[in-house]
Each structure stands twice: as structure tokens, then as C-alpha cells.
């Protein structure tokens, strides 16, 4: 069993930055990929950015050159590095794991934290 815990969610307003961390339990830490997506409300869960076992990355194309994932695997934490926020990245924001390799559908994924709110005023 994997457990997550996502904070550093909150109210920003449009072109700040937020940094989310997402603190994983359980396994080693370190043969996961970790996954970032969001969902707001009346939308379906979308991938938002992803790293690799093996430190590689990729990301939605909307959120590419405003967001950076990282993770430090001796404190078995992601972390997603929002800049530029638009209202439009208004959203819950849930991290994922799986088994080495990054996905970017929920389905791929097989343990979710509770999520994070993130809002953008205008």
C-alpha cells in the first residue's frame, strides 16, 4: 500500500507561483514515477506533468514552460513547480504513482493522493 499526502495548494493571483509537494509512504519511493494531474470542477482528471524512476520527464502541453516537476527521493517527495498560473490552472491537483515509467492517463495509475485546491484569480 502507497499512501500520498499533495499540500502547498491555495489562492494566487494570476502570473504568481505556487510549489506543490506530494509525500509518498509505503514503497520505494524511488523505482515509482510519479504523476501530477488536475481536475476542476465539471471537467474529467487531466494529465498535468509526470517524472520518470529514472528522472525522465513530460508534460502537457499547457502547462510546458510554466511548470516544473522534481522529486527527491530521500525524502520520498514530488514536487510541481507552478509559475505564470493562469485562472485557467484552477483546479484540484491529485499526485499519482506507478511502477517506473511516467503515463499520462489516470487509469495508468494504481495510488492517488486526496488533492490539493489550487485557485487563480483574475
Known amino acids: 500500500q502507497v499512501q500520498l499526502v499533495e499540500s502547498g495548494g491555495g489562492l494566487v493571483q494570476a502570473g504568481g507561483s505556487l510549489r506543490l509537494s506530494c509525500a509518498a509512504s509505503?514503497?520505494?519511493?524511488?523505482?515509482?514515477?510519479m504523476g501530477w494531474f488536475r481536475q476542476a470542477p465539471g471537467k474529467e482528471r487531466e494529465f498535468v506533468a509526470a517524472?520518470?524512476?529514472?528522472?525522465?520527464?513530460n508534460y502537457a502541453d499547457s502547462v510546458k514552460g510554466r511548470f516544473t516537476i522534481s522529486r527527491d527521493n530521500a525524502k520520498n517527495t514530488v514536487y510541481l513547480q507552478m509559475n505564470s498560473l493562469k485562472p485557467e490552472d484552477t483546479a484540484v491537483y491529485y499526485c499519482a504513482t506507478r511502477l517506473l515509467r511516467t503515463a499520462t492517463t489516470p487509469g495508468q495509475y494504481e495510488f492517488w493522493g486526496q488533492g490539493t485546491q489550487v485557485t487563480v484569480s483574475s
Open positions: 517524472i520518470s524512476s529514472g528522472d525522465s520527464t
Open positions: 509505503g514503497r520505494t519511493f524511488s523505482r515509482y514515477a
